[in-house]
């Protein structure tokens, strides 16, 4: 295969326009339009009124180089290089978690927890592209926010999206990005406590057949999968956060559908109350989570880490 699709010619391939592109390409409609608006570099609506104008060579030969990485299974947001998440449009690299809309469940959660605190620390443990801890630092400007990821290159781009983002000015100042496991780049010796930890860790076991198919082949697999049981991480986070959570703080932590019943179990042991489940728009138990009482153990003795 040269820089032309095999079996056409340079004359068609010149000759080609949108809707032709269109009619022949083997992707569903939908996505074709979106790779094909993204490489032309027009809005959706000129597919139409422009479908019938010549394109250039060159742009034909680059559309049957992304049209094959589709068909190959490419995920469309590493192909345009975003994804849109909570009313906000977020770049993502192939060093990053694809957000997705079933994770947006987590940023309402915790924005209803935070609600009537003034200037509330939120912390976001493996933020990828900051996601989580952007939107809820976008619909709260006076919130303080941390974000915690042990990739350097999920942290640039995370960096990258709070500073297109989010408010230069926003009371709450800029997002804080430390790198490092989990709690362990936190100043153990301050008196920092957060008024809400979020998570989406790691959660899909090692042996799960899903980590082979679909999107999730072209996303970082240490993003996915705790390379365990699929809830190591999830144990972690849950032993070691009242040592950073003030009174009355919240957790809350998207996990994978089969795993709430383990997942508040683990919150009810470690002494949380109000202990629950909240479930996405398809019935699932997506996010767990809890109040850390007054009452609860705070100290800072060493963060608890959990292997099998």
Same mark, same amino acid.
């Given at each position: 295969?040269?820089?032309? #699709? @095999?079996? +056409?010619? /340079?004359?068609?391939? %010149?000759?080609?326009?949108? =809707?032709? !592109? *269109? #009619? @022949?390409? +083997?992707? /569903?409609?939908?996505? %074709?339009?979106?790779?094909? =608006?993204? !490489? *032309?570099?027009?809005?959706r609506t000129e597919l139409i009124t422009r479908a019938d104008e010549p394109l250039a060579a060159a742009k034909v030969a680059l559309w049957h180089q992304l049209e094959a990485r589709r068909l190959a299974g490419e995920?469309?947001?590493?192909?345009?290089g975003a994804r849109e998440f909570y009313g906000l449009e977020f770049e993502v690299t192939p060093h990053v978690l694809i957000p997705r809309p079933e994770t947006e469940l987590l940023v309402e959660t915790t924005l209803d927890a935070i609600a009537g605190r003034a200037r509330p620390r939120v912390l976001d443990l493996g933020t990828g592209t900051g996601a989580i801890v952007v939107a809820i630092a976008s619909a709260r400007p006076d919130a303080q926010v941390w974000a915690v990821d042990r990739s350097a290159e999920a942290l640039q781009v995370a960096a990258r999206n709070a500073a297109r983002l989010l408010d230069?000015?926003?009371?709450?100042?800029?997002?804080?990005?430390?790198?490092?496991?989990?709690?362990?780049?936190?100043?153990?010796?301050?008196?920092?406590r957060f008024d809400a930890i979020v998570s989406n860790p790691p959660y899909i076991a090692s042996d799960d057949p899903h980590l082979a198919q679909g999107d999730l082949r072209f996303e970082p697999r240490g993003a996915l999968t705790?390379?365990?049981?699929?809830?190591?991480?999830i144990r972690s986070i849950v032993a070691n956060a009242p040592a950073?959570?003030?009174?009355?703080?919240?957790?809350?932590?998207?996990h994978g559908y089969d795993q709430a019943v383990a997942v508040r179990a683990l919150l009810a042991e470690r002494g949380f109350d109000g202990v629950r489940s909240v479930c996405d728009l398809a019935g699932i138990e997506r996010i767990s989570g809890g109040e850390l009482?007054?009452?609860a153990p705070s100290a800072r003795t060493g963060e608890i880490r959990y292997h099998l």
């Open positions: 295969m040269g820089n032309e #699709r @095999a079996g +056409a010619s /340079p004359s068609e391939a %010149a000759s080609a326009t949108v =809707a032709a !592109l *269109l #009619r @022949a390409s +083997a992707l /569903p409609a939908l996505e %074709a339009r979106i790779l094909l =608006a993204h !490489l *032309l570099g027009w809005r995920p469309i947001a590493q192909l345009v230069a000015q926003r009371p709450g100042g800029p997002l804080t990005l430390l790198q490092g496991d989990w709690y362990a780049p936190l100043d153990a010796t301050s008196d920092l705790d390379e365990a049981d699929g809830l190591s991480a950073w959570l003030a009174a009355h703080g919240m957790l809350w932590i998207e009482p007054p009452s």
